[in-house]
T-cell receptor, first 110, second 113 residues
Framework: EDQVTQSPEALRLQEGESSSLNCSYT??????LFWYRQDPGKGPEFLFT???AGEEKEKERLKATLTKKESFLHITAPKPEDSATYLC???????????FGKGTTLSVSS | EPEVTQTPSHQVTQMGQEVILRCVPI?????FYWYRQILGQKVEFLVS????????KSEIFDDQFSVERPDGSNFTLKIRSTKLEDSAMYFC???????????FGPGTRLTVL
């Protein structure tokens, strides 16, 4: 059973068209929720860690929010350079490993 | 800003051969990890390493795999007898004591023929 589910799998936006990506999780006793950006053929690039419901973090055009069952990555007025796969991950029970979702592949066209 | 580095960037090997993938974690980090990503699939955990020993390993990390921290800077993953299904991107990662940020390296693409 997947513990981290991301939706949609793929998202196409026009430049400037804001949207949100979703990450839902089923682990109990959340020890943090991690967001990463991954470009093709590259390693995941750390974006944010969120710990408690209601927490928000921002970086440029990205804002991550957390509820008790899901997290959203809001992209405001995206640019073509925001095109990438965005990954969500949660720690396992022991906190010794990250469990990743399959990711949302975002394409932003000008 | 400090980064995790990995060598080589691409390794091609014959089935049954041994390979060693190398990583230099960020210098003040205490936790080290290997993950892999088969093409088109999600990132999967292999092993975590802390205080010179394995702290957790996944079902994927069987007897063909081993890790080592031979000195104060390097962290290696060895696959003793590679199989076709070992073809993947292998990522090294490291984190500080708090583990609130996990940084990944650029990866080694392993191709087993």
């Amino acid at each position: 059973e997947d513990q981290v589910t991301q939706s949609p799998e793929a998202l196409r936006l026009q430049e400037g068209e804001s949207s949100s990506l979703n990450c839902s999780y089923t682990v109990s006793g959340l020890r943090g929720l991690f967001w990463y950006r991954q470009d093709p053929g590259k390693g995941p690039e750390f974006l944010f860690t969120l710990y408690s419901a209601g927490e928000e973090k921002e970086k440029e055009r990205l804002k991550a929010t957390l509820t008790k069952k899901e997290s959203f990555l809001h992209i405001t007025a995206p640019k073509p350079e925001d095109s990438a796969t965005y990954l969500c991950a949660v720690p396992n029970q022991a906190g010794t490993a990250l469990i990743f979702g399959k990711g949302t592949t975002l394409s932003v066209s000008s | 800003e400090p980064e995790v580095t990995q060598t080589p960037s691409h390794q091609v090997t014959q089935m049954g051969q041994e390979v060693i993938l190398r990583c230099v974690p960020i210098s003040n980090h205490l936790y080290f990890y290997w993950y892999r990503q088969i093409l088109g699939q999600k990132v999967e955990f292999l092993v975590s390493f802390y205080n010179n020993e394995i702290s957790e390993k996944s079902e994927i990390f069987d007897d063909q795999f081993s890790v080592e921290r031979p000195d104060g800077s390097n962290f290696t993953l060895k696959i003793r007898s590679t199989k076709l299904e070992d073809s993947a991107m292998y990522f090294c990662a490291s984190s500080e004591a708090t583990r609130d940020r996990v940084f990944f390296g650029p990866g080694t693409r392993l191709t087993v023929l």
